[in-house]
């Protein structure tokens, strides 16, 4: 909070907060943090929906006005604005509240916690359960220990809120050169693009019902999906950029059109990738011919006899030669046990 703070230059960025909107606020830094492995790569940053320059209004810094997104396409975005977030008008901004780039942070924690009300603060951190009194020493020793400026120690301050305690006193024990069994490592779970977009689609869909329609079509829970068609979700570019345009504000309808190709490309038959279009079934046009007058039955009068008659009778009494068999005399020499 602090950094973002000095970023906009004020405390107002977090008017209008409450305990739950705090919580859900760290719940956004908190998928940033896995998302980025906690510090092993920096692929997501935290987005604004209404931006924090360029414009006569300012965004506040809360859940409703954020988007986890990539890193490039939060780059690209820039301090476009399409509509929805949160905001104030900028000159409703007073000086008292207003932060110095380069302020010391522990004095700007302070004033925010004067500005948010000590009460809501401790409340948060009661129903967050964001740190005990041990892991508060850990992190604030830790924070006056690690070096922004060194990349990886960098990594390890962006991770410190979603570290356990223990990993917080290996990463001190580290710090000052007692590593040992405790040494830690921090597990991870990879998250995709697709991923986190689908998560901030359903987070999002909280505070605009319309985005739940984008999030079924893309988990495939509507028609004509069926179960067969269901598998992991894997966004291409174009897919990518209008999730993230749309969770920037833009209405669901400028995006119909890849919505409706992502249906088409995953309900239709794969050919080694290629799409085959659907085929119209194949008719055969048979021209009937004209009935004819039906003719009468044919009547046949037959004597049946035996097979053995009519071969007697074509015959006509020849008596049937008879083959001679002679057995021919077989000679052999005696066995040699004979």
Known sequence: ???????????????GHTVDSLVALHDVYKLKLKGNQYGQTKDFEISHIVPVQGHAFIGLYHAENLVVAPTHLNRAHGTKYYGHGLSISRSSLVSKHAVAKGAPRKQTVERIITFLGPDVVADLVRVAKIQSTQRHALTAWL???????????????????????????????????????????VKTTTYTASDVFLLELERHSTYRPELAHVMNILRKRVAPFTSQHLSRINLNA?????????????????????????????????????????????VFNVV???????????????????????????????????????????????????
């Open 1 to 15: 909070m602090a950094y973002e703070c000095e970023r906009a230059g004020t405390l107002q960025i977090l008017t």
């Open 143 to 185: 924070q006056d220990h690690l070096d922004p400026v060194v990349p990886e120690q960098r990594d390890y301050l962006d991770s410190l809120d979603g570290m356990t305690t223990q990993a917080l006193r290996a990463l001190k024990a580290t710090l000052e050169g007692r590593e040992g069994k405790g040494s830690f490592v």
């Open 238 to 282: 174009l897919e990518q950029q209008a999730v993230f345009d749309v969770l920037h504000g833009q209405p669901v309808e400028a995006i119909q059109n890849i919505l409706d190709e992502y249906i088409a490309r995953h309900t239709s038959v794969m050919d080694h990738g290629e799409r085959i279009p659907a085929y119209a079934p194949i």
């Open 288 to 338: 009937s011919q004209p009935h004819s007058a039906a003719k009468p039955p044919v009547v046949v009068h037959k004597t049946f006899r035996s097979f053995a008659d009519e071969l007697d009778e074509h015959m006509g009494g020849v008596p049937l030669p008879v083959l001679q068999v002679h057995a021919a005399a077989y000679e052999a020499g005696p066995l040699p046990w004979e």
